[in-house]
């Protein structure tokens, strides 16, 4: 299978842990992004890398959130000092970026709970 | 600012029962608007992009349309496995990174 995998699908951590998630993309894909996702809302952008380069961040990202993409292949997502409030789903997708529009295709993603 | 708004948020239809979901959106220089499905508990499955107006795409009992500001999802003769939500996004030059921005999606059930 040559989809995106990602890696834990389920977390439950309890306040104040750290927690890290990886994300493998479609091989060819050149874009990583990251998403987080809460009951009935659509996927809220968090970062996105092209090759191994972060090339945006969402303002509504807090510093306790960090990612990175060493190699510009897999991805890691962590969140320090958790709180309930991370509590959602963490969705991560790759694309290319020929063509007009970049079809994004998304792992099954990380089920985070925090306690 | 760019916005994407899903309508409705929730459809109820029967088996065979045709309908249609909308997706409207204020952007300036759409490059694509992308239709996803996303089932319970899993991550979105692309269905479809789009990229001018007047534009049409199917994919079995799917068929997506789109104007210049809005676009639609038509679904003919549902069947339960039908039943997902629905998410709509569209990609625009904002600041020159074209990151898509998705609405809040339309929950669809199909009953037998």
């Known amino acids: 299978d040559t989809g995106v995998s990602q890696d834990p699908r389920h977390k439950i951590t309890k306040r104040g842990q750290n927690v890290t998630f990886r994300c493998d993309p479609i091989?060819?894909?050149?874009?990583l992004y990251w998403y987080r996702q809460t009951l009935g809302q659509g996927p809220e952008f968090l970062t996105y890398f092209q090759n191994e380069a972060q090339l945006e961040k969402s303002r509504l990202l807090s510093d306790r959130f960090s990612a990175e993409r060493p190699k510009g292949s897999f991805s890691t997502l962590e969140i320090q000092r958790t709180e309930q409030g991370d509590s959602a789903m963490y969705l991560c997708?790759?694309?290319?970026?020929?063509?007009?529009?970049?079809?994004?295709?998304f792992g099954p993603g990380t089920r985070l709970t925090v306690t | 600012e760019d916005q994407v708004t899903q309508s409705p948020e929730a459809l109820r239809l029967q088996e065979g029962e045709s309908s249609s979901l909308n997706c409207s959106y204020t952007?300036?220089?759409?490059?694509?608007l992308f239709w996803y499905r996303q089932d319970p508990g899993k991550g979105p499955e692309f269905l479809f992009t789009?990229?001018?107006a007047g534009e049409e795409k199917e994919k079995e009992r799917l068929k997506a349309t789109l104007t210049k500001k809005e676009s639609f999802l038509h679904i003919t003769a549902p069947k339960p496995e039908d039943s997902a939500t629905y998410l709509c996004?569209?990609?625009?030059?904002?600041?020159?990174?074209?990151?898509?921005?998705f609405g809040r999606g339309t929950s669809l059930i199909v009953h037998p």
């Open positions: 952007v300036s220089g759409l490059r694509g």
């Open positions: 091989s060819e894909h050149n874009r």
């Open positions: 997708a790759s694309s290319l970026t020929d063509g007009l529009a970049y079809e994004q295709y």
């Open positions: 789009l990229y001018s």
């Open positions: 996004a569209v990609q625009a030059p904002a600041g020159g990174s074209y990151i898509p921005t």
